[in-house]
Nanobody, 119 residues
């Protein structure tokens, strides 16, 4: 089992920045990827950014966030971050941390962090 705890959400004005954190605990040796997804009211959950947890790290970003969001990790702290800059109202959503594991379909999920972009 892997437990994921997110933090860092909140209310920010358009053009502002936030950083989300996701701390993983438990059977972290089984994780091969980490990522962030988001779900806005009335819409399906969508990918935001992912990264592989391998010797050669690869990242992937959804087109709407390219150039504004950055995914990174601190392996010593078992933590993955999502730095979000130049936030827009359309970025408003609940953001979920995900950990991919070979034997767990769809991986593990955190509880979600609300991000609201509004003036």
């Amino acid at each position: 089992q892997v437990q994921l705890v997110e933090s860092g959400g909140g209310l920010v004005q358009p053009g502002g920045s936030l950083r989300l954190s996701c701390v993983a605990s438990g059977s972290i040796f089984s994780i091969y990827s980490m990522g962030w997804y988001r779900q806005a009211p009335g819409k399906p959950r969508e990918l935001v950014a992912t990264m592989t947890i391998t010797e050669r790290t690869r990242t992937n970003y959804a087109n709407p966030v390219k150039g504004r969001f950055t995914i990174s990790r601190d392996s010593a702290k078992n933590t993955v971050y999502l730095q979000m800059n130049n936030l827009r109202p359309r970025d408003t959503a609940v953001y979920y941390c995900n950990a991919g594991a070979a034997t767990v379909p769809n991986g593990y999920w955190g509880q979600g962090a609300q991000v609201t972009v509004s003036s």
